[in-house]
């Protein structure tokens, strides 16, 4: 028994922790991947965060408009979410079902981060733009 948690113990501590450790340009294994994969979702999706927030500060004071884009969001990520894991079903319980869902999930926020930058930069006059001008 102590011989197998000495085992754990020294593979855990030689066994890279995060992507930053990893070289995610040329991944060797599938946990290397699945961390690279999720490094890459949690880039996507602090820019969502950020350009959310500045959608936000840009609506402050209309309420309505507010609600609307929180509504908006909650839907689209249960959407993405629900889609992802659609998506990775086709490797359900598998060890790349990981990595295939946070790619899904990547792929989707990247859109929507795009999204949300066109409609940052939406021209004053613009009839489709929920935002007010700068």
């Known amino acids: 028994m102590r011989l197998a948690l000495a085992a754990i113990a020294l593979a855990a501590v030689t ?7 990893i070289d995610c340009t040329d991944p060797q294994t599938q946990t290397d991947m699945t961390l690279c994969a999720q490094a890459d979702l949690d880039t996507a999706d602090e820019r969502l965060n950020a350009l959310y927030a500045t959608m936000r500060e840009r609506l402050k004071g209309d ?6 884009l929180r509504d908006a969001q909650r839907a689209w990520v249960a959407y993405r979410d629900a889609e992802c894991a659609f998506q990775s079903s086709a490797v359900e319980g598998g060890s790349a ?3 295939v869902e946070a790619q899904c999930a990547t792929e989707k926020t990247t859109r929507r981060n795009a999204d949300f930058e066109a409609t940052l930069a939406c021209e004053e006059g613009d009839v489709a733009c929920p935002l007010p001008a700068r």
């Open 97 to 99: 079902q990981p990595m």
């Open 15 to 21: 066994l890279p922790a995060t992507a930053e450790e």
């Open 63 to 68: 309420d309505a408009k507010l609600t609307l």
